[in-house]
C-alpha cells in the first residue's frame, strides 16, 4: 500500500510527562529504551513499536502527527482520549 509508514510511540498520562521524556529524547536518549521504560500502552514491551499502518487505522490526531513527520522525527507531544503521545516515524 502506497500510504503505509510505520511509527513507535511512549504514552503517558499527563502532558508533563511527554514534556520531560520529549527533553530526554532531544538530549540524545534512546526511544526504544525510553518507551520500554516509561510507556503506559501495551507496545511498550517491544520499543514502542506500532509496525506498519494506513490512513483511517489510528485516532485522527495521531494519525495526523505521524503522517507529517520524517523518517526519524520525532513529534511534540499529541493528545489523543488515551493520553499524551511522543510518535517517531520509523519508515
Known sequence: ??????????????RYEADD??????????????????????SSKAGGDLGSF???????????AAFGLGVGDVSEPVRTQFGYHLIQRTK
Do not use: N
Open 21 to 42: 521524556i520529549k527533553k530526554k529524547l532531544d538530549q540524545g536518549g534512546d526511544f526504544a529504551d525510553l518507551a520500554k521504560k516509561f510507556s503506559r500502552c501495551p
Open 54 to 64: 494506513g490512513r483511517g487505522r489510528m485516532v485522527p490526531s495521531f494519525e495526523e
Open 1 to 14: 500500500m502506497a500510504d503505509q509508514i510505520s511509527a513507535r510511540h511512549i504514552l503517558v498520562e499527563q
